[in-house]
């Protein structure tokens, strides 16, 4: 295992289950964290709680080109350069195509897979600059098999998933690693609006989610985890 002390990391979707609980354990690590969400309050309750500054929390909507060139901006300001970005924002849109409206489509796709595309877009520079670097991401279990109503969710993270495996062909000649994490539920308020019946209590705890990406963050360079299957006990889809 990699020591993460000194690593300059950034996390996305801090204010959300996995991603918070991501923040809270790698912020033990000696990692130097920044974070970013959408909620502001949300966002500053958890940087005061892991004792990290006003200058290392901004907020950002990952799907807006203005906002993200911006939190670019805002993390080269304190940070000289990124050693693990984790993209742990997104949205969960689960409805059967006779329900599902054009617009819950779009968006899914525009926070899904066009936020994701302007963050590599913004960050990877800075990691071809010195040759190295780590991207996790979470396509979750329906980024690699379908379910009934989850053609939109499905389509993002496909597409997600698709991106980034392209993405690391073009970057083979580097040590930048790219990994997709697919997991099955995890109990978050990702569930909260999803009219599923689903047994919440079964899901992966959002500890767990993040003891993953903490163990994929300190993976040592010389391997490559290109992808890391994570199901709930009782529910293995794969
Ligand atoms: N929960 C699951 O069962 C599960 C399973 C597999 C994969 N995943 C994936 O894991 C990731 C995190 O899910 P979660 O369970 O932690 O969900 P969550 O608790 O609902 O958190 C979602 C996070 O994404 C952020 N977000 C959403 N859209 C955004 C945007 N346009 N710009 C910036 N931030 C945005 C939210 O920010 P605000 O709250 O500040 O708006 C929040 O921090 C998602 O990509 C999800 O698809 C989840």
């Not at 609006?193 to 993953?212: C, F, G, H, S, T």
């Amino acid at each position: 295992m990699e020591s993460l002390k000194g690593k300059h990391i950034l996390i996305t979707g801090a204010t959300g289950g996995i991603g918070s609980h991501t923040a809270r354990l790698l912020s033990g690590s000696g990692a130097k964290l920044f974070l970013t969400g959408r909620n502001g309050v949300k966002l500053q309750q958890l940087a005061s709680e892991l004792g990290i500054s006003e200058a290392d929390s901004v907020t950002c909507d990952i799907a807006e080109p203005e906002q993200v060139a911006l939190l670019k901006e805002r993390f080269f300001a304190v940070h000289p350069t990124l050693d693990i970005l984790v993209n742990a924002a997104g949205i969960g849109i689960i409805k059967t195509l006779e329900t599902m409206t054009e617009a819950e489509f779009l968006k899914t796709l525009h926070y899904n897979l066009y936020g994701p595309f302007l963050l590599v877009k913004n960050f990877l520079p800075a990691m071809k600059e010195v040759k190295k670097g780590l991207i996790i991401n979470i396509p979750g279990v329906l980024g690699k098999v379908p379910m009934a109503g989850a053609a939109a969710y499905s389509a993002s993270k496909y597409g997600l998933v698709g991106m980034m495996q392209s993405i690391r062909e073009e970057v083979k000649r580097t040590d930048i690693r790219i990994t997709n994490i697919f997991m099955g539920g995890v109990d978050s308020a990702f569930w909260d609006n999803i009219d599923l019946r689903v047994q919440r209590e079964k899901m992966i705890q959002v500890e767990e989610a993040a003891r993953a990406i903490w163990f994929l963050c300190q993976q040592p360079a010389s391997g490559v985890v290109s992808e890391m299957v994570l199901q709930p006990f009782n529910h293995q889809a794969i």
